[in-house]
């Protein structure tokens, strides 16, 4: 494993539940990290800027209040999701904030910047950068990111369309420092696949959208347990960037998913619905390929709970074939 110690002793299970942009809420976080994986969530989620000195105060301070009550099997640490690209006119704030708090994790998107991953470096803590491809990937580690994201074929939202063993082999071809692999994963067993193909880390959204503490709509929630990988669009109306989408979510909004027209990449607007009149991630639902196992909606426990079965189960009929 190339984690760096200690910020991971406490995973109970190798995840990072991936910030979902509106979905993730201190809630979802508190209770990912209690089950031993690490939260994470959008730094724009907290609507005004002022919130997120709120949230993460409530996330430090319950996280704290459960170590102290379970000393031996203390929370996995949390993450605030900052989008770097130059849409984002709150991104000084709330890189602020983060640095008020110490934030252990900062995960970044969309825009890899040096003097941010100083920044972070200098409070102490860790930084892992999105990448859909392995020229990304360089460019974010020659820019001081600790870690990457490789966001592989069928993850939800914004995406790659890279397959994951592709991706895996040529970054680890050069790269052994952190490493969690997005793209489809949402079952024990291709968290332990990730780990197979060289990751340190699996990295899990779209089934997360159906725990109970997540601030998703039923209907949404619903849309994912129903949903599976021939249920996902991938088209760049929405946002001028290419991202996974249910495709329950574009009928609703009286378009035709076979039928999507291209956006023009240069007007990037993270939340509007590009060139329509539904709003990218309230109406229209990123959603990625691998929820065909996500059968009910379930609490954060439960969720890591069943996860960390099948992964014992994967294990365990790996060494029988070994």
Known sequence: MSLPSPLFDHLR???????????????????????????????????????????????TEELAAYDRDNPTQKAAPFAVNQIVHRSNNRLEEDLATCAKWKVPLVITSLGAREDLNVAVHEWGGITLHDVINDRYAHKAIEKGADGLIP?????????????????MQEIRAWFDGPVAL???IASGAAILGAQAMGADLAYIGSAFIAAKEARAGEDYKQGVVD????DIVYSNLFTGVHGNYLKKSIENAGLDPENLPESDPSKMNFGSGGNTDAKAWKDIWGCGQGIGNVDAVLSVKEMVEKLTKEYHTAAERMRQLA
């Open 227 to 230: 949903g599976k990988a021939a």
């Open 182 to 184: 997005s793209g489809s």
């Open 151 to 167: 966001v592989a074929a069928g993850a939800g939202g914004h995406a790659g369309v890279t397959s994951p063993f592709a991706l």
């Open 13 to 59: 299970l190798p995840v990072i539940g991936s910030p979902l942009f509106i979905i993730s809420g201190p809630e979802l976080v508190i209770e990912q990290c209690k089950a031993g994986i690490v939260g994470s969530f959008p730094a724009l989620n907290a609507r005004p800027q002022s919130q997120l000195d709120e949230w993460i105060h409530q996330i």
